[in-house]
């Protein structure tokens, strides 16, 4: 490991022409102390650091290995450091988790002041059972990647009725021997490739489009005017989430927000939204009292993944977690 980041076997094999694969079998079986490790036992269902804990956490899942899922506990205050992992349980079952870190003393559990965490039932229910005393506070970006995700579905459903249409008129002038001209817009693209190129641009606020995004979009609304008023509904949940600073003025700022919505022509498609964030709204009001976001675990299953493709994948689970732990525990 050089500055605190993993080097490979496979790597030093290229520089100084040695087997890699010997090389992390000697690492393994020789050189590290895997075989002595106190957690080995274990290690494939959970790892525990009882001494990693903290007063603020993030939990999360990640897949280690072929899609198999892990809960993820860590410490925001070791910022994706030594000392980041409290715990890394197999799979996401409620029950098994909790059984884990109930292993934690429950007076040290009860110093956890707050914990961040998605809107997943599962991640609520263990963070209430084991951390008693700890505010549970929903990210941000998963409150309004809902609502882009809303959004985004208006655009598709627009996209598949413009490859409809196309489809239709080919046949047509297939039909009336006739070849088929496409409906060129403005800036050059057709109606099916305006839908499917803004992409990008709806996940933006207008003050950060390029030149064209603004053409395109210029065209996308006044062609689809109900992805526009989507797209402002949209933007004015994110401009909440920014600009308030009080929890009680953002309870207000919600609430007006839900009523635009149910007002709205599309209401059916933001129908989940509302009824996700009316399930989960204490939770996501906790977020105006301090800002935090579960941006440290996403940050840190980023640093795993990366991990695992440095490595080449995961070979043992148990040996993987070890060389995980000796670098963020």
């Known amino acids: 490991m050089i500055d605190n980041n993993p080097i490979s076997c496979k790597s030093l094999s290229t520089f100084y022409h040695v087997d890699g694969k010997r090389l992390e079998e000697q690492y393994r079986r020789h050189l590290s102390d895997f075989f002595q490790w106190e957690q080995l036992e274990h290690s494939e269902e959970w790892i525990l650091f009882e001494e990693n804990l903290g007063s603020h956490l993030s939990i999360d899942e990640v897949a280690l290995s072929q899609g198999e899922l892990y809960t993820v506990l860590t410490n925001k205050t070791a910022k994706g450091k030594k000392g980041s992992i409290v715990a890394i349980v197999s799979g996401t079952k409620s029950e098994e988790v909790i059984e884990v870190l109930r292993k934690i003393p429950y007076e040290k559990r009860c110093?956890?002041?707050?914990?961040?965490?998605?809107?997943?039932?599962?991640?609520?229910?263990?963070?209430?059972?084991?951390?008693?005393?700890?505010?549970?506070?929903?990210?941000?970006?998963?409150?309004?990647?809902?609502?882009?995700?809303?959004?985004?579905?208006?655009?598709?459903?627009?996209?598949?009725?413009?490859?409809?249409?196309?489809?239709?008129?080919?046949?047509?002038?297939?039909?009336?021997?006739?070849s088929f001209k496409a409906n060129i817009l403005d800036n050059g693209d057709t109606h099916k490739q305006l839908l499917a190129r803004s992409r990008y641009l709806l996940f933006k606020a207008k003050n950060k489009w390029t030149t064209k995004q603004h053409q395109r979009a210029e065209l996308l609304f006044k062609y689809y005017p109900d992805l526009e008023q989507a797209y402002d509904i949209t933007q004015e949940l994110g401009t909440i989430y920014r600009t308030t600073k009080v929890k009680a003025v953002a309870y207000t700022k919600l609430a007006q927000w839900y009523n635009k919505v149910e007002l709205s022509k599309f209401s059916k498609t933001f129908n989940t939204v509302i009824n996700t964030i009316k399930s989960h709204y204490g939770n996501i009001l906790n977020f105006f009292d301090s800002r935090s976001t579960n941006a440290s675990a996403e940050s840190f299953n980023a640093k795993i993944k990366a991990f695992r493709a440095q490595f080449r994948g995961v070979r043992s689970v148990a040996f993987f977690l070890f060389r995980l732990s000796k670098i963020y525990a």
């Not at 084991?130 to 809303?150: C, E, G, N, T, W």
């Open 111 to 178: 110093l956890v002041e707050e914990i961040t965490l998605d809107m997943a039932s599962t991640m609520g229910l263990i963070a209430r059972k084991s951390f008693p005393k700890a505010s549970q506070v929903i990210d941000r970006f998963h409150v309004q990647k809902l609502a882009y995700d809303a959004l985004q579905e208006i655009r598709i459903k627009h996209r598949w009725e413009a490859i409809e249409q196309e489809n239709n008129e080919i046949e047509l002038a297939k039909q009336s021997s006739q």
